[in-house]
Nanobody, 114 residues
């Protein structure tokens, strides 16, 4: 059974930065594409960023140039470095496989507010 534990969220001013982490267990991590997703209040969960087993990456247009996804196969952990944060980035952030398995962790709350 796949297990995701997200951390690193918080409250930050517009223009600030955060680094999210997600510890993953229950899969052959190094062979699995991973993604970050987010769900804002009153909205559907959406894809944010993905990284393949060969470390190729892709991003939703709204975060390109501001967010960077990375992975550490030795630690079975995926990261999301978020810079130049905007109020519209406020959401609960989740990691999952890509495509997602349908089972989700608890997520980590990111709030961007002045």
């Amino acid at each position: 059974q796949v297990h995701f534990v997200e951390s690193g969220g918080g409250v930050v001013l517009p223009g600030g930065s955060l680094r999210l982490s997600c510890a993953v267990s229950g899969i052959t991590f190094s062979l699995t594409a991973m993604g970050w997703y987010r769900q804002a209040p009153g909205k559907e969960r959406e894809f944010v960023a993905g990284i393949g087993s060969s470390r190729n990456t892709n991003y939703v247009d709204s975060v390109k140039g501001r967010f960077t996804i990375s992975r550490d196969n030795g630690k079975t952990t995926v990261y999301l470095q978020m810079n130049s944060l905007k109020p519209e980035d406020t959401a609960v952030y989740y990691c999952n496989t890509l495509p997602n398995t349908g089972g989700w962790g608890q997520g980590t709350q990111v709030t961007v507010s002045s």
